[in-house]
């Protein structure tokens, strides 16, 4: 936070005075002059001094926790796959990567369909609704009579997943103040919980009322197989008691930003005095200091009459293209985009490649060194779901150091390494690089980050002992889950906010449209060699070199 918010938040609580909101309190925008609308960016600049103003108050933080729970359900739901799938073969008798192509059908439709749709009507009825679908649809799997059924279920469960980091990503940067947007990295220790809790569960409930590992459909009676079915039903229950916890203790209101896009300055003000209430404190804020602000702007441009109310999302329920060419308005925002759905789609591929077999590949190599057991290979889940935990708050640390910042950690967490100076031609590049560019990317200050995501991998195929292999994963873990936390911050923050659930829809639809190539390789894969591993360690660090051309750091930078 810049010293001089600490100095208004300390005067403000020492005389109890209401705030001055003025555009100048916000952070620099992230985005240079003629990337969105002037109108809207004018609106939005005073709501960002108003949030700013506002602080980090108690609505933001119950808002942490609410919006972490969409990034538990993205996290649980896709590892299930892997989870189950052994004893679910052993009773269904099919190809084991159908399971995995069915539900990331789901994702991939459920990514389209809210990511985009949260531009039409709102954030709020998304936000509320993609946990429910998930956690009933998630117990009602666990009562699937037969292979069909089941995969039918998943990919209905998979449609709400789908739609929760779109979503809630969204709805929280919209919420938190500029300088602590940093926050949006933290966020994914959820994730990192619903591994660990997701492996946690698993672990006794197939372990211990599972039919023998590799027996056939004939041997194997539904009675003597209910762990995964166990595990179905308290993952959806859980999920239902979060989406629970989310719809009736915290009062979601709708994003101030979406409401300015729709020309409702009224209502958007309306929302942040609410908050202020909610946080104890009180705002000056009013429709006026909007419509002066885009009236200004719209006689600079020679547009009387356009400043007060206009709208620059769609005012119906109908999508538009013009979401999508928001996105790409310049060319640094449409290189930067491209650039992002392409790593997601990359990043993609290879972590559902990867973890979808995990749990095949420990039992696996687990059998050739004759430790294969449910009881080993769940165990290690957990031990992975322990490690992966602390890299949420050192991504946390990382993207708001000097030097650094999204751009290097994410560099840094795919297992790239110094490079000389120079590079070839790319456009919207800055000529010559700034020494901030060459620090982030080639001198790699954080020297702790030498064995990485891409790098883990790799080594995997060397194990030769069951604790060799578990190691290698424990790294993998940890890194990756710095990785996954600083692009789901950085993407939602290099997207305008009018078209923020758009370009999310995008993205995650391009990480569904690989996972579900992921289990189709998988089909013609020979899954018992390190195929797979290498794939996913050569993919990920191709991601990281990828990384490095992304145009816009937002560290220090107000999001809008």
């Known amino acids: 936070m810049s010293e001089k918010t600490r100095d208004f938040d300390a005067k403000d609580e020492k005389e109890g005075a209401a705030p001055t909101i003025t555009p100048a309190s916000s952070s620099p925008d992230l985005f240079e002059e003629g990337t969105v609308d002037p109108v809207y960016q004018a609106k939005a600049r005073v709501l960002n001094a108003a949030i700013q103003e506002l602080g980090m108050g108690r609505y933001q933080w119950w808002l942490f926790a609410v919006a972490g729970f969409g990034w538990f359900a993205d996290s649980v739901w896709p590892l299930l796959g892997g989870l189950i799938l052994s004893p679910v073969v052993s009773e269904f008798d099919f190809n084991g990567p159908f399971l995995s192509l069915a539900l990331n059908i789901g994702l991939f439709v459920g990514a389209v369909f809210w990511g985009l749709g949260c531009d039409v009507w709102g954030r709020r009825s998304s936000f509320n609704l993609t946990l429910l679908l998930a956690g009933i649809f998630g117990l009602a799997a666990g009562g699937a009579p037969d292979f069909v059924t089941l995969a039918a279920l998943l ?3 998979g449609v709400g997943v789908g739609g929760n ?3 809630d990503s969204a709805v929280f940067l919209d919420f938190v103040p500029a300088s602590h947007q940093y926050l949006l990295t933290v966020l994914s220790i959820w994730w990192s919980v619903g591994q660990l809790v997701a492996s946690f569960i698993a672990w006794p409930l197939i372990a211990n009322f599972s039919c023998p590992q590799g027996a056939s459909a004939s041997a194997c009676a539904r009675a003597d197989n209910m762990g995964w079915r166990y595990l179905l039903f308290a993952l959806g229950g859980t999920t239902l008691l979060l989406w629970a916890a989310r719809f009736f203790a915290f009062p979601l209101l709708e994003s101030p930003r979406f409401l300015v896009g729709r020309g409702r300055d009224a209502d958007a003000v309306a929302v942040l005095h609410r908050i202020a209430a909610f946080n104890g404190r009180t705002t000056d804020l009013s429709v006026d200091d909007l419509e002066a602000a885009g009236r200004a702007v719209a006689a600079k441009a020679g547009e009387a009459g356009e400043g007060e109310r206009r709208a620059v999302l769609s005012r119906s329920s109908v999508f538009t293209a013009d979401h999508v060419k928001g996105l790409f308005a310049t060319p640094k925002l449409a290189w930067s985009t491209s650039l992002l759905i392409f790593l997601w789609g990359i990043i993609g591929l290879a972590s559902t490649l990867y973890n979808s077999f995990l749990p095949y590949l420990l039992a696996s190599r687990g059998a050739k060194f004759g430790d294969s057991s449910y009881y080993t290979t769940y165990r290690n889940q957990v031990i992975l779901g322990v490690i992966g935990v602390p890299g949420a708050f050192l991504a946390g640390w990382a993207v708001e150091q000097p030097y650094v910042g999204r751009r290097g950690t994410l560099a840094l967490s795919a297992g790239e390494y110094p490079f000389p100076p120079s590079l070839p031609s790319f456009p919207f ?7 901030s560019f060459l620090l982030a990317r080639f001198k790699f200050p954080l020297s702790f980050f030498i064995g990485l995501t891409g790098v883990f991998l790799f080594a995997s195929t060397t194990a030769r002992s069951s604790d060799a292999l578990l190691g290698w994963n424990c790294g993998y873990a940890f890194h990756s889950n710095i990785m996954y936390g600083v692009l789901y911050a950085l993407s939602p923050e ?24 992921a289990p189709v390789i998988a089909l013609y894969a020979n899954l018992e ?7 996913s360690g050569a993919l990920i660090i191709g991601a990281g070199l990828v990384a490095l051309l992304l145009p816009y750091e937002p560290r220090g930078k107000a999001s809008i």
Do not use: C, E, H, Q
């Open 155 to 157: 990919a209905v469960l």
């Open 165 to 167: 980091l779109p979503v």
């Open 429 to 435: 590049l800055p000529s010559p690089l700034p020494p």
């Open 494 to 517: 290099v997207f305008p906010a009018k078209d923020r659930g758009t370009g999310n829809g995008l993205t995650a639809t391009a990480t569904r449209v690989f996972g579900i190539i």
């Open 529 to 535: 060699t390190a195929v797979p591993v290498y794939v």
